[in-house]
């Protein structure tokens, strides 16, 4: 007389999963994914959750990839069970990081749950691992100076 049972339970939880899944696939196909943004005039004090500042300059986009990576990985502790898709979107712009950008484990999506980085529409987002060199002074004529006391492997202009 169990066996009924258990066809019954197993017949409910397959179609809950169904629903589930299909429910999943459908609030992707809808654009209910959550999407974090980064803007070289963001703040990292910010949620992230709006492409540019707001007029008050109270809310909008990050300031750095690292600060959406742990925007990320902070939404996923807390909704471990979600099966939204998240996206990182980086505005245009050149974005200095001070240090490496590390992706771990942690930052690997899933198929219910992928990860996607991508660029904002139309805008081409740069990360420099380099250093701006800043504080350029009149030195000859059209040349400037500027002073590079700080120890640089490399000098790189317009990409060469």
């Not at 996923?76 to 998240?86: D, G, I, Y």
């Not at 996206?87 to 930052?107: C, N, Q, S, T």
């Not at 219910?112 to 420099?128: D, M, Q």
């Amino acid at each position: 007389m169990a066996k009924p049972k258990v066809q019954l339970l197993s017949k409910w939880i397959v179609i809950l999963s169904i629903v589930a899944t299909s429910q999943a696939q459908v609030l992707a196909k809808q654009g209910k994914d959550i999407t974090f943004y980064v803007s070289i005039d963001g703040s990292d004090t910010w949620s992230g959750k709006i492409a540019a500042p707001n007029a008050t300059k109270t809310d909008g986009p990050f300031a750095t990839p690292a600060q959406a990576r742990d925007a990320v990985r902070a939404l996923r502790q807390t909704q471990m069970n979600s099966k939204e898709p998240v996206k990182i979107v980086v505005r245009g712009g050149k974005y200095f990081l001070a240090e490496p950008l590390l992706l771990d484990k942690r930052d690997s999506g899933s198929e219910g749950f992928p990860i996607i980085w991508t660029a904002y529409s139309g805008e081409k987002p740069v990360l420099s691992g380099g250093k701006k060199i800043t504080g350029w002074k009149p030195y000859q004529g059209k040349i400037l100076a500027a002073d590079l006391s700080t120890d640089y492997d490399n000098l790189i202009v317009h990409a060469r």
